[in-house]
């Protein structure tokens, strides 16, 4: 766990520079806005440890996967997330050396993330290896008002002499992703263009083919005053540049404006990409630095009203939720429904493929919440267009009949998961999409969802469960064999009560569904039943026959849920146990011996307990916590906040406090020794979540929504915003009372501490 980033409630603040931290800090100090983003990668040269990442929304790259021959139907491609043409870069030259931090001596470095305002900005002195000392101020954004356009000022001033420098402003798409074969790269050419002013690289990706154009242009001025300076062209395979050289006096700052265009086959036909980039960048460069900054920060402003969480008293847990609010939405902004949301979003490669099944059970809620309702639905319609793809996904795993398994990982809805256990068992995935749309609908009251989309998906997904569950002879029970529940430390188990018991509701609220749309229109379910060959009478009466024979594993001495067969047959030991030196488990223990242990990831029976808390009172949910949370390593992401949640719910205030810190700083801590490889941007949701649901305790039960705030002792008061069905709550909570208030919409009765209350 590290400790260097300064608590501030609206900065990300790191003074004084640690090339051992420098990866970290790359991630932390990520930029994005749904389109494009990139780490925090120095503007001039840094010759030390970097992991240099910028990227471009649905751009991807199909690596070969290969194996024996035995696994029919492994996925035949892991999805990268590539590395895309890097446009930040400024190199300074002056004299024979380089501005380099990795060979300069460095003083009064600091680097803030502003996240009201959306912007990085970073300062330093350096001494050159002959003794020059320069003063740089930069600042970066990538605009949330044009999701295509990114800018720099960058500000240098001599300190103790006056010299020509050379000024490198560059596109390069000669890159190279962290996770590469061999250094094996993914980019071709296309075409490319350099004059004075101007440098532009068109690359495709190999074997996808997509386009992505790269523009930057710049503007050197001193004193307000533009200085043309001496420029150079050099033009290389996939690389782009001009030299600038000018000269730095004494004293004065010399700034630099570089702008930067970035377009993508996605939004612009192939054969006018490279036009229609130089004509956004020429439009952004009119703008002007301050323009830009000025349209790009009333959009921030505008989602920090909708969406901001104020905690009063606790400076570390309020910079925490902000951190993870800033995150996620730089990286979804949900006008797109052919997107998603990539675990590590712009901030790194790792995890390779754009969608998990975080998004579903983590990120919904927030954008449901926080955001047009557009938002949440568009990302339940990118699971409705990829339904033939997971039909197809089933049918090389030998299912038939319209039977769906979603991808444990896409891109466009093909499996590109090369971990056999994942692809493979961890089914549980499915659940978590018919209870997104569930969730959904729960909140936003959209029916009509199950009638254009939903119901289909649910059958698809039923169809699955059906085939995949097993009638034990020897039980007189359905059982589920060979799977991986959340819980990645246990891998080929049978009958994960977790997955058994979400397949069970899946099943009960497809049929529901059926009849809900039944009786809205006859007409579309009868021309949907055709279309997809459904017997209803044959298979419902098989689905209602699992849900009432299904093995759910249980120790009744105990009062608890077993979390799959034998899982009492291991030394049952807790965290406690373990030494500071083991952890984390995965980066100091074989696999063997991880399998072996008792220890669990993340929440897994709890996760159910968690998504289905109606159905279980407080004792139930007690008994399991109080039996799993002790084996809980919480080396997944995902898993604090849902024991924040569970926590809250039966009073463990301190527990879900120490686990609300985990999962809100993750990141900003280094809590699992990861944050080098980017941030877990899905899991930052369920920070939202721990607030929200936690703390707050909000639900929604038969269309009313329901609080049962309480305040952490650490804090003073918070308060947060939800939006709910065309209104706007705001909720206060302080020590000696709770406030809801109606900030618009029509007169509503909400549900406050048991209580019925009519606001207007």
Known sequence: MKNYIKHHPWQIVEEGFDAHLNR??????????????????????????????????????????????????????????????????????????????????VSDFKRTLDMKRGLLHRSFIATLPDGKKVQVDAQRFCSMADGEVGAIRYAITPINFSASAAITLSVDADVVNKDSNYDEKFWNEVSKEAKAGLALVTAETKKTFFHVATAITYSIQVAGKVVKGKVKITKREKYADNVV????????????????????????????????????????????????????????????????ISIEGDV?????????????????????????IGPKGFTGEKYGGSTYWDTEAYCLPFYLGTSDPKVARNLLVYRYKHLQRAIENAGKLGFTNGAALYPMVTMNGEECHNEWEITFEEIHRNGAIAFAIFDYIRYTGDEDYLIEYGLEVLIGISRFWSQRITFSTEKQQYVMLGVTGPNEYENNVNNNWYTSYIACWTLEYTQHALEYVRKKDTAKVTKLLAKIKFNESVETA??????????????????????????????????????????????????????RSCFIKQADVLQGLYLFDDRFDDETIKRNFDFYEPMTVHESSLSPCVHVILASRIGYKEKAYEMYLRTSRLDLDDYNNDTEDGCHITSMAGTWMSVIKGFGGMRVKDGMVHFSPYLPDQWKSYSFRVDFRGRVLRVNVMRQKAEVQLESGEPMEIVLNGAKVQLS
């Open 245 to 308: 050289t000018i000269s730095l006096k004494k004293g004065m700052e010399t700034v630099i404006y570089k702008y930067a265009a970035v377009l993508s086959s996605e939004n612009h036909p192939k054969k006018k990409l490279a036009e229609s980039a130089k004509k956004k960048l020429k439009a952004a460069a009119e703008k002007g630095f301050q323009k830009l900054l000025d349209a790009h920060v009333a959009v921030w402003a505008n989602i920090w009203l909708k969406c901001d």
């Open 316 to 340: 570390a847990a309020q910079q925490g939720i902000r951190f993870n609010i800033f995150q996620l939405m730089q990286t979804y902004t949900g006008d797109d429904a052919r997107l998603n």
């Open 24 to 105: 970290i800090s790359e991630s932390l100090f990520s930029l994005g806005n749904g389109r494009m983003g990139q780490r925090a990668n120095f503007e001039e040269k840094f010759s030390g440890d970097t992991h240099q990442g910028t990227y471009v929304a649905g751009v991807y790259y199909p690596d070969k996967t290969r194996v024996g021959w035995w696994k029919n139907g492994y996925p035949e491609y892991f999805a990268k997330v590539l590395n895309a043409p890097s446009w930040t870069s400024i190199g300074i030259k002056i004299g024979k050396h380089e501005l380099d931090l990795a060979t300069c001596k």
């Open 542 to 595: 098989r689905w209602k026959d699992i849900r009432t024979k299904m093995y759910l594993g249980e120790d009744k001495q105990r009062g608890i849920y077993l979390q799959q067969d034998g899982f009492l047959d291991k030394e049952l030991l807790t965290v406690k146990d373990l030494r500071k030196e083991d952890r984390p488990l995965n980066q100091k223990w074989s696999w063997d011996r991880i399998l």
